[in-house]
Every structure is written in C-alpha cells, then in structure tokens.
C-alpha cells in the first residue's frame, strides 16, 4: 500500500476536530434532512466536500479530486462511518 503524501498544514488533534465539527455543522444546514444517511469526506483543507451512498465511494471520490488532503469521513447526520463491536 502506497504512503499517502499529505499537503500542509499538518493539524494537531485538537485543529482537526474543531475544524471538522465547524464544517459538517455547516454543510448539515444545506443537506440535512435529504442527504442524512449518506456518508461525507470533507477535505480539511479547503472545507470542500464528496457525497456518497457508501463510505467506500466518498473516500474515492475524496482520494480522486484531492489525492494528498487530509479529510474527516463521517455520515452527514453527523453518525459514525463504521461501528466496531466486540467479539
């Protein structure tokens, strides 16, 4: 598997955190209640944004357009990509 090549700025956690809930809390005002269930990869870089039907399709689609920014993944409800549970 290929190293990803992120472009600057490198956040620090807590950077990243508040600027991913800065963004998906304004891009719920335009696609909430339509789009809830769909998943979002936003480009913490820019604020931009890639829908998908799936997880797997938005990290593509994100991967395609920005190949070397970092992006947070969730569902625009604000739900968790994936849920781990306990063997």
């Given at each position: 598997?290929?190293?990803?090549?992120?472009?600057?700025?490198?956040?620090?956690?807590?950077?990243?955190?508040?600027?991913?809930?800065?963004?998906?809390?304004?891009?719920?005002?335009?696609?909430?209640?339509?789009h809830?269930?769909?998943?979002?990869?936003?480009?913490?870089?820019?604020?931009?944004?890639?829908?998908?039907?799936?997880?797997?399709?938005?990290?593509?689609?994100?991967r395609?357009?920005?190949?070397?920014?970092?992006?947070?993944l969730?569902?625009?409800?604000?739900?968790?990509?994936?849920?781990?549970?306990?063997?």
């Amino acid at each position: 598997m290929e190293k990803l090549k992120l472009k600057e700025p490198r956040l620090s956690r807590a950077e990243f955190d508040l600027r991913a809930s800065q963004y998906l809390a304004e891009l719920q005002k335009t696609l909430m209640p339509e789009h809830a269930a769909e998943f979002v990869a936003i480009n913490m870089v820019t604020g931009d944004h890639v829908l998908g039907k799936t997880a797997h399709e938005a990290v593509m689609q994100h991967r395609s357009r920005w190949p070397d920014h970092l992006f947070f993944l969730c569902r625009v409800n604000g739900g968790p990509a994936y849920k781990f549970h306990g063997m």
